[in-house]
């Protein structure tokens, strides 16, 4: 192989070791915890596409390929690179889902007492003047909504009607109409003989 060509290929891979351990991990502290906005998350991608792109630091580079084609997985033919607006939106929603596993935590208390009292997080409004961290939490609740399902285990605390508990894509919510109105939770329907 060519001395030019291995050295052209250790500086891309410095450069794509540089990308991923140093570029993309220096706002996930703050993208944890805040919403950044479209415009700052393009801008961030673009200084790391500069960066790839570029040879040396007064080089401007030619952009062989576009952003987005380069943080599509390897297998795929990308680079691996993360795109910051979905990557903030995941570590959002995984906030979302911490206070709802774990409502015993210092943050879940603290946030129940401010913004939710009577009902749960999925449920709840984001109200007026509410944080900036309460409104970036609130951002990416319907990530963790669209994929929730009740375990059923006794059906207790399980409502027919208002919880999802169907094990279906799109409404997994009931919508027959031959069942008691009154009946309210899963258990009610489970006969205790065949527990079926």
């Known amino acids: 192989m060519n001395r030019r060509l291995k050295f052209a290929l250790f500086i891309y891979r410095g450069n794509e070791v540089f990308v991923k351990s140093v570029l993309h991990v220096i706002p996930v502290y703050i993208m944890q915890h805040f919403a950044l906005s479209k415009m700052l998350c393009q801008k961030l991608e673009s200084i790391m596409n500069k960066f790839w792109w570029s040879n040396n630091k007064s080089a401007k580079g030619i952009n062989w390929s576009n952003w987005d084609a380069l943080c599509n997985p390897k297998s795929v033919g990308g680079l691996g690179f993360k795109n910051l607006i979905l990557f903030n939106k995941a570590l959002l929603a ?11 935590c210092l943050l879940a208390k ?20 509410p944080s900036f961290t309460w409104r970036s939490i609130c951002s990416a609740r319907d990530l963790i909504a669209d994929g929730i399902l009740w375990r059923i285990g006794n059906g207790v605390s399980v409502n027919i009607w208002n919880n999802p508990w169907l094990p279906r894509t799109g409404n997994n919510r009931l919508s027959a109409q031959k069942i008691n109105p009154n009946w309210t939770t899963v258990n009610q329907l489970i006969e205790a003989e065949t527990n079926t």
Do not use: T
């Not at 995984?94 to 015993?104: A, G, I, M, V």
């Not at 603290?110 to 003047?129: E, M, N, Q, R, T």
């Open 110 to 129: 603290v946030l129940k007492a401010c913004y939710y009292f009577f009902s749960d997080i999925l449920s709840a409004k984001i109200g007026f003047y």
């Open 94 to 104: 995984k906030q979302d889902w911490h206070l709802l596993s774990q409502p015993n």
